[in-house]
């Protein structure tokens, strides 16, 4: 039999409606043939209120006590998501982590997925069990312990399964119905994608289009894993939501797939620094240590011996930056004029595979923004995606005027 | 390091404050030397919630599934228990019942505990942890999955701990200070009791005074586990609430330990059945297989080669008895003239292991019942035990009665 996995989020088992609802979506594709692996997250809002206790309990936690708390949460939708598939006469039965196993390496609340061995899963499948339920976000340490596995642990666990069982697909149901080419609630114009490469995915969810965790698609992208995002609150037929898939299957598409943003970036510019070995290695050393997430660097052209360094984080880690480059300044590790924070950019990329092999589409995209008067604070570039920082009060202009040139309300 | 096992229910861990509360009685314990093994139950509420989404999703459930979802309450407990115990600065851990292992058979949602191994938290003891905490209520079964151990199954997994540890005591904390002579809602002259015999304790139990599941007693009582019930509201001294022991252990006691009721209580005499043999068999095995949990039993004296059958149940399963008896004289399987049924009566009951040696009890008690005007409609006597049916309306009269008759307001 082949093997389908779907994954069913927060939203779409928010109560016992929702989880039977989703279970007929099971049904459906049990009817099809398909042995199904399930995986479900916490009922909404159930994990938020474990984390809750645990924070209120222990600012400090065990992070192993934290596990054990937090998973509760999807051990009790997958009991409840197998009864119900049981009350349909579809032969169905939960898994928590630990019973798979789901072996997980020991880094508690973070932990990386090591094995899945299908065995157990397999002879029930052989037995005549239609659908395993299987707990999200969770697996067991080497040491016996559950192991959580971070944010967008369920959406990460259903590739793995779909990996260790060679599924034909892994259909992630969620409260969207497709991967966009922009975010339709700042651009009206935006299409759903039918098809999008894992690549040009990667780009769009760590640059804010949070359809699927970086981690879930970088694991489909290693293991070749068809992963499909779609709605669980519309009537679905085979081709609805969004393939994720390898660029090889993508025939036609358009040179840009998609523009993201991400709002509440800062702008920090350190002035006169001196232009020397190390210097770059000292402040952004410093700035992760200080737990600053920095996105883009920039560094001026030299004049007589001094430049200066600018870089982006977001908003929220600005005062503790200016506090860590302060610190290593008092204590002359480095000599630097001033430190300017502009905490009022936004950050808007053009992403697509198609710039492999087209040129000038940082030439029309910078032209693009210069028509409509908007002034570029930082560039930068990659493979697939060029990225840009300007005032954020033009952030929803740029993408609408992007989305517009690069005609991503049209079919590729 | 002698062992102590400390229970908390489900109004004692109710919320983080009570969690903290019941942490710091641990706390006190391990401060004087002991290596604490704590059960903990489901914050109160957790459950029912859980119970009722299973009983929404499946009337007739799959009790594999209900165990899986049910038994995630305990867990959360024990994981914010054991992070509340690290803040204190306690080297605590938390214990699922698969990870012990707790070993069960395979009876889901009433599962039998076999056994369990001490070597795991033995070992953790060895390297330098105070508290081991369980999550109370389940285990695993042979085939890997978990089970549950159905009503009272905390206080169980207590005592079982305290007998494969051979604990020093097994404590149970919950929202009453003790065992008492009779309840005190409706005897102001109730007596808190220093010490019970097991025999008493366990036929207050099933007489209704639930403060102990009887599972829990029985068990105590075969491993020679002392069992100390105390409350988890007030300050607690080593001698507070009330021991439940071995009768050696008790050097003075009173005749008659308490006096228990059991309220809704109905009183059911099948009229003129034939008197030969077979025929009690017949009405009780039907009764059986009908769910009705009958209690006294008396047969009248025959007449003529016919006589009366009378017994007790709950009020509340007349009507399953009502409809199986008469179901059965429609197949000709049981000839009866009447079936009569009295919804108005309640059982009082004098226990104490006194009563062995020393005879009149029972003439006292009668006596007693006779002088307040109070008919008897049923007796039934075991070793330590005498138990009535009278008009519920008497009820709380008798029980005050007897509880003066008997003296139980003096320490014996």
Chains 1, 2 share one sequence.
Request: glycine residues 8%; contains cysteine; negative net charge.
């Amino acid at each position: 039999m082949p093997v389908l996995v779907m994954k069913f989020g927060g939203t779409s088992v928010a109560n016992l409606d929702r989880i039977r609802r989703a279970a007929k979506r099971v049904g459906v594709e049990v009817a099809k043939g398909y042995d199904v692996i399930v995986i479900v997250s916490a009922m909404s809002g159930r994990t938020n209120e474990l984390v809750g206790w645990v924070d209120e309990t222990s600012p400090l936690y065990d992070a192993r006590e934290y596990d054990a708390v937090v998973s509760s949460g999807e051990n009790v939708t997958a009991g409840l998501m197998a009864l119900t598939l049981q009350e349909m006469d579809v032969p169905a039965r939960s898994w928590q982590g630990w019973q798979v196993p789901l072996k997980t390496n020991s880094a508690h609340s973070q932990a990386r997925i090591e094995e899945i061995p299908p065995e157990n899963i397999r002879a029930k499948f052989a037995e005549g069990m239609k659908v395993a339920v299987v707990a999200g976000f969770q697996g067991i340490s080497p040491e016996g312990r559950i192991t959580t596995l971070g944010r967008g642990g369920s959406d990460t666990t259903a590739v793995a399964f779909a990996a260790a069982f060679e599924a034909e697909r892994c259909d992630i149901y969620t409260d969207v119905d497709g991967v966009y080419t922009t975010d339709p609630r700042i651009c009206d114009k935006a299409r759903k994608l039918d098809k999008i490469a894992f690549e040009e995915m990667l780009e769009l969810a760590s640059l804010g289009a949070k359809v699927l965790q970086t981690r879930s698609v970088e694991l489909a992208m290693r293991y070749k894993v068809k992963l499909r995002v779609l709605s669980s609150f519309e009537e679905q037929s085979d081709e609805a939501g969004t393939l994720v898939c390898d660029e090889e299957e993508i025939m036609e598409s358009n040179v840009v797939a998609g523009v993201a943003y991400s709002r509440d970036e800062a702008k920090l510019t350190v002035q006169s620094v001196a232009d020397r070995p190390g210097i770059a290695a000292t402040i952004f050393t410093t700035l992760s240590d200080a737990g600053v997430n920095v996105d883009m660097i920039v560094q001026d052209i030299s004049e007589e011996g001094r430049t200066d360094m600018t870089f982006s984080c977001p908003t929220d880690q600005v005062a503790r930056a200016e506090q860590a480059l302060l610190a290593i300044k008092e204590k002359g590790e480095l000599n630097y004029a001033e430190l300017l924070a502009d905490r009022n950019v936004a950050k808007v990329s053009v992403v697509g595979i198609g710039m492999r092999s087209q040129s000038g589409v940082a030439a029309k995209m910078f032209k693009v923004l210069s028509d409509e008067g908007i002034n570029i604070k930082v560039i930068t570039t990659s493979e697939i995606k060029i990225s840009v920082l300007i005032d954020r009060k033009y952030m929803e202009l740029a993408v609408q005027a992007l989305h517009d040139a690069f005609e991503l309300h049209k079919t590729g």
